[in-house]
């Protein structure tokens, strides 16, 4: 009973050491989604060129929907991803314009490029709070099932592709994830 | 100079402060449903700007999230209706008070056990103290040791 007193504040303090260092590494900013390995929410909307588009046709592979916005400037650190994954073709990319005005939308795809097979114009931002979306940049691994596997949320760096995205696929696809290089 | 001629202008600024806070332009049917979107977007915390519920944040989601509190109460959801809509986008981020779960009783209950852990710790070491000073005040002298002893520091 002696020994349990006299040495209960060093473990406490141990314990409390522990936790707040673990405390300092996390990010309190990174909101798990709830939408993780449920299907895409039904959406029946048009394109940023006024076609109607629906879940029929989102893409029957693994594919990338990605959460942007002409105003977001993490947006266009991330677009050159994008852009590469466009032109090498393995993965589609579908965008959700989000909360952004319909012609500067337009005029930001003629002036970067658009990696998009095409955009969801989502202007009032009521498809993004389907999805939980809480700002650009967001980007979501969908299966070919239409099922959402992952969410980044903000820019998806060529890194972040590597050591995460590709691991996920694999996954996906049945093979052992290969170990992420840095 | 008079300091005070700056005074009328302090008070103009000060009254017009409420005008900076966040207002939306929405209308209800009554006192009622005004006073449920009040409370709901006062429970619901902002995704964007963490610290900060529905109403006080400027964050497009939050704009959002009031529009749709908005239209859900016009178009006759229940409180919980609504809860469950938020729940089932955002998880239990949205909510300030997170629901009772498995997983969220240590949330709401570890405090407590805190409290009941210090406590304990507490009781113990008073009694060992309390324990010590009886052993301490009785080393075991038999009446006649102890008039003895009342001598011996008497003689001084």
Redesign the interface.
Known sequence: ??K??SY?PIAAFFVLAIVLWRGLYLD??E?????IDKPMPTFVMATLEGEPVGNADLPDSIFLLNVWGSYCLPCLVEHPTFMRLSEEGEFPVVGVNY?DRQPLALDWLDLNGDPFAYSILDQ???F????????APETFLVDSEGVIRYRHVGVLEENVWREVFLPAIAELRGVPAAPASR | MNPLRYLPCLVLLLAAAPGLAQVDAFTFENDEQQQRFRTLSNEFRCPMCQNANLTGSTGGVAEDLRREIHRMILAGNTDAEIEQFMFERYGDFIFYLPRLRADTVLLWFGPLLFLLLGGYIGWRIYRQASGNQQAATNVGLDPAEQERLRRLLDDD
């Open positions: 009973m002696k349990f007193t209960a309190p900013t909101l798990p989604s709830v939408l909360r009032d931002g009521r993004g709070i389907d999805l939980g979306v809480y700002g």
